[in-house]
């Protein structure tokens, strides 16, 4: 049975910092690529990070580059994502997924994360 496992998530200050972990279990951790979204309240979930297999490669989306920063670490079938200057619209729940390197679609989810920024 594969999990994913999301922790880090609290309420922090404009301009503060939070480093999300997703521990994930039941798969081949290094041969998937991992994802992280976000669902604010009315809205639609959204991307935030994508990172291939290996670590070679990593997507962000614009309103986080330069901000937040991902990273996973194989031998301990985690993925990280780091948040720096958090902003009030970075507020939302923060789930991570992962996906077959070669498929497009998500196929298992965290449960999420809430993050609240205040400002």
């Known amino acids: 049975q594969v999990q994913l496992v999301e922790s880090g998530g609290g309420l922090v200050q404009a301009g503060g910092s939070l480093r999300l972990s997703c521990a994930a279990s039941?798969?081949?951790?290094?041969?998937?690529?991992m994802g992280w979204f976000r669902q604010a309240p009315g809205k639609e979930r959204e991307s935030v990070a994508t990172?291939?297999?290996?670590?070679?490669?990593?997507y962000y989306q614009d309103s986080v580059k330069g901000r937040f920063t991902i990273s996973r670490d194989n031998a301990k079938n985690t993925v990280y994502l780091q948040m720096n200057s958090l902003k009030p619209e970075d507020t939302a729940v923060y789930y991570c997924?992962?996906?077959?390197?070669?498929?497009?679609?998500?196929?298992?989810w965290g449960q999420g994360t809430q993050i609240t920024v205040s400002s």
């Open positions: 997924a992962a996906r077959p390197r070669t498929c497009s679609e998500y196929r298992y």
């Open positions: 039941g798969l081949t951790f290094s041969a998937w690529t």
């Open positions: 990172m291939n297999w290996t670590g070679a490669s990593a």
